[in-house]
């Protein structure tokens, strides 16, 4: 069975750091680009960022570039979203999300989902 | 990047009637070489995290029930629910991933009337 699980979120001052990490099982992990993508209390869904599977490609959305850094350790089947600069419109539930098709260096559709971790950024 | 436009906003239906969801891309996403359209379409209930419903625009995910199906070519897609059920309650979402920024519609309210 494919579980997600993230955790790390909380609440943090503008300006302020956070990473968040997303522990996967029940797949071969190393195989599947992952990805990040928030929802704001009471919004609909944003894509944030993605990762292939050997780490060779990434991308961000324009309103994290330079913000947030996506990882992965396939040793450790864990993805992680490095957070800096973080503004009071980075306040999300941050999910993690599994690539439904193996080997592809880009993200296509996202076939499991974890519970979501909740960042709030405020002083 | 893409923008992706749903409607509408919100919807209200009987218990068995149909449900139609459209979603409209700013620019096609039929990628000509594999003639497949890079859309997705997810159901989200409330306090839950997005579920996957449709891929390649009418690829049916495992397990999802019949009754959800998906149409549409280039820019212009359809989610129908033929018969709605009392846990058809939900937000349905478009997800284009034709090209990165990888974007989402902004979401239909579907709910019963």
């Known amino acids: 069975e494919v579980q997600l699980v993230e955790s790390g979120g909380g609440l943090v001052q503008p300006g302020g750091s956070l990473r968040l990490s997303c522990a996967a099982s029940?797949?071969?992990?190393?195989?599947?680009?992952m990805s990040w993508v928030r929802q704001a209390p009471g919004r609909g869904l944003e894509w944030v960022s993605a990762?292939?599977?050997?780490?060779?490609?990434?991308d961000y959305a324009d309103s994290v570039k330079g913000r947030f850094t996506i990882s992965r350790d396939n040793s450790k089947n864990t993805l992680y979203l490095q957070m800096n600069s973080l503004r009071a419109e980075d306040t999300a539930v941050y999910y993690c999300?599994?690539?439904?098709?193996?080997?592809?260096?880009?993200?296509?559709?996202?076939?499991?989902w974890g519970q979501g971790t909740l960042v709030t950024v405020s002083s | 990047d893409i923008v992706m436009t749903q409607s509408p906003d919100s919807l209200a239906v009987s218990l068995g009637e149909r449900a139609t969801i459209n979603c409209k891309s700013s620019?096609?996403?039929?990628?000509?070489?594999?003639?497949?359209?890079?859309l997705a379409w997810y159901q989200q209930r409330p306090g839950q995290p997005p579920r996957l419903l449709i891929y390649w625009a009418s690829t049916r995910e495992s397990g999802v029930p019949d009754r959800f199906s998906g149409s549409g070519s280039g820019t212009d897609f359809t989610l129908t629910i033929s018969s709605l059920q009392a846990e058809d309650v939900a937000v349905y979402y478009c997800?284009?991933?034709?090209?990165?920024?990888?974007?989402f519609g902004q979401g239909t309210k579907l709910e019963i009337k």
């Open positions: 990762m292939s599977g050997s780490s060779s490609r990434t």
């Open positions: 029940g797949f071969t992990f190393s195989s599947y680009a």
């Open positions: 999300a599994k690539d439904g098709l193996s080997g592809r260096d880009l993200a296509y559709y996202l076939d499991y």
């Open positions: 620019q096609s996403i039929l990628y000509s070489s594999n003639n497949k359209n890079y």
């Open positions: 997800h284009q991933y034709y090209s990165p920024p990888y974007t």
